[in-house]
């Protein structure tokens, strides 16, 4: 499902990424641990091509990060660690262009918010929503299109347990 091989990324004279290589299998729950610094989120930024490696390479549900972001970008959801909502907007109306985004013409939004509990406040505008209730509207959001990968970078940040 995810193959790296070799990552490296510099910004100028910073190696972010020193080579790493790892593998994930479908189905498998990977989580990387470490210091700030040790390059999580660049790493999952380059998986999710955001930003382009140095050297090395990066398949992610059978496409190389590089050299077919389009179809990378199709198979995958994300929850990034600094909030990506839209405050002025309710939640329904984040999650009716997120799935305008990917094309979907029936989305399933009722499907994705009575889970994370939002359901009932899905008409209310998200910026009088608490962080964890932000941060769970994310997470439903980048479920949305039922992505083959989810990439959640800090993904407890705001959440109650």
């Known amino acids: 499902m995810i193959e790296v091989e070799n990552l490296v990324k510099r910004f100028g004279n910073l190696t972010a990424l020193k080579g790493i290589s790892f593998k994930v299998k ?60 839209d405050r002025d907007l309710t939640a329904y109306e984040n999650m ?32 009088f929503f608490s962080g964890g209730m932000q941060r769970r509207l994310e997470i439903a959001r980048a479920l949305l299109h039922e992505p083959e990968v989810l990439f959640l970078d800090e993904p407890t940040l705001g959440l109650d347990p």
Do not use: C
């Open 26 to 85: 479908r189905g498998e729950t990977f989580a990387f641990l470490g210091p700030n610094g040790a390059g999580k989120t660049t790493t999952i930024h380059i998986l999710t091509t955001l930003l382009k490696p140095t050297s090395g390479r990066a398949v992610v549900a059978g496409y190389d990060v590089v050299k077919e972001e389009k179809e990378v970008r199709k198979m995958i959801g994300i929850v990034f660690q600094d909030p990506s909502l």
């Open 96 to 127: 009716l262009i997120h799935a305008g985004v990917y094309g979907i013409k029936n989305p399933r939004i009722d499907e994705m918010l009575k889970p994370v509990e939002l359901w009932d406040i899905r008409n209310k505008v998200v910026r």
